[in-house]
């Protein structure tokens, strides 16, 4: 079974940026899956952030819309989550996933802080 491994998590300051990576341990994962990126606040449940299609159709939850971008590579390698103007509401561990396939990454926290 594929597995998923996200990375790119950090600590920066309000206003700042990051990008996650999600990485498949098969080739081209996400040219034949739809993928998305969830997150998971301190005392809070899982909440969905965005989701990339396999015909490149990206949807975005409202609290990041317009700051957030979800991609994948010319490979289907690797799907990524571009992060910009970050709050500290943003702060939580985000999870990437094969939305069809139930199948989860293990998460990288970031953290929004000054």
């Known amino acids: 079974q594929v597995q998923l491994v996200e990375s790119g998590g950090g600590l920066v300051q309000p206003g700042e940026s990051l990008r996650l990576s999600c990485a498949a341990s098969?080739?081209?994962?996400?040219?034949?899956?739809?993928v998305a990126w969830y997150r998971q606040a301190p005392g809070k449940e899982r909440a969905w952030v965005a989701t990339?299609?396999?015909?490149?159709?990206?949807s975005y939850a409202d609290s990041v819309k317009g700051r957030f971008r979800i991609d994948r590579d010319d490979h289907g390698n690797t799907a990524y989550l571009d992060m910009n103007n970050l709050n500290t509401e943003d702060t939580a561990t985000y999870y990437c996933?094969?939305?069809?396939?139930?199948?989860w990454g293990q998460g990288t926290l970031v953290t929004v802080s000054s």
């Open positions: 098969s080739r081209n994962t996400f040219f034949f899956n739809d």
């Open positions: 990339h299609s396999v015909n490149r159709e990206r």
């Open positions: 996933n094969l939305i069809h396939l139930g199948v």
